[in-house]
């Protein structure tokens, strides 16, 4: 809980290490370092009848990534790029319900941007089986919403629990495939328009904080509900 204004930034790095083996292939992906932002203000605008403040976050919590450089059997070489991130932008207020609990709650906007290159293979019509180098990028609007609760157990001890809903995303933008060499026509090109939806998990969290005289210590339980989001990537294309 604040008594004035409170800014809070910190960034997190996130590394991976990833392989992937197939026939062909036993590649490890390209190695990055991704930073993970967060930014926050809040202040308390009111005392009674019951303390309030109110917030602005943004927050990238969510994301995929990976670049590799593998062997495809019909074009050789090529690079196999996933990435998309997904950023939220949330107002949130919260109240202070008196005996060390406060509640509050946010809801606001979000925002993701993908891109995708790599072969693919047709799946349906008249070119089902056809390989071909494929690119998207997409970006798009949904909305998010999280809750909470936090309960001031001493002066030393604060406990707290949070709820993230699941936040659903519609995309849109160009997809492109090229078909050189493989597809028998003068221009083996051609471009879409491409959508896109997916839904990004829900996620719970408990945690607490103990406050010592020369440090604080705190520890997060997190949950995301990965079972009930996506576990593949359907676009449907036009033109």
Not at 26 to 34: E, G, I, P
Not at 114 to 121: F, M, N, R, S, W
Request: avoid cysteine; hydrophobic fraction near 45%; glycine fraction near 10%.
């Amino acid at each position: 809980w604040t008594d004035g204004l409170r800014i809070d930034v910190s960034v997190d790095l996130l590394h991976t290490d990833l392989n992937y083996r197939d026939p062909q292939n036993d590649v490890d992906a390209k190695s990055t370092l991704q930073p993970l932002p967060t930014a926050a203000i809040a202040m308390r605008v009111a005392d009674a009848p019951r303390p309030i403040a109110v917030g602005l976050g943004l927050f990238l919590p969510a994301g995929f990534g990976a670049e590799w450089e593998m062997t495809h059997p019909v074009y050789g070489t090529q690079t196999y790029l996933s990435q998309a991130a997904l950023f939220k932008l949330l107002p949130a207020v919260s109240i202070d319900l008196g005996a060390g609990i406060s509640v509050g709650g946010a809801i606001g906007p979000a925002f993701e941007t993908a891109e995708i290159e790599a072969p693919l293979t047709f799946q349906t019509g008249a070119l089902a089986g056809t390989p071909v180098l494929a690119d998207t990028q997409l970006d798009g609007f949904g909305y998010a919403w999280n809750v909470g609760i936090q309960w001031k157990a001493t002066e030393r001890l604060t406990l707290g629990a949070a709820f993230i809903g699941a936040t659903a995303m519609d995309l849109d933008g160009h997809f492109s495939v090229d078909g050189t060499g493989v597809i028998p026509f003068p221009d083996a090109t051609a471009n879409y328009d491409a959508e896109l939806r997916n839904t990004w998990p829900m996620s719970a969290g408990l945690g607490g904080t103990y406050r010592f005289d020369v440090a604080t210590v705190s520890l997060d339980f997190l949950w995301f509900g990965w079972s009930s989001a996506f576990d593949g990537l359907t676009f449907n294309l036009q033109n």
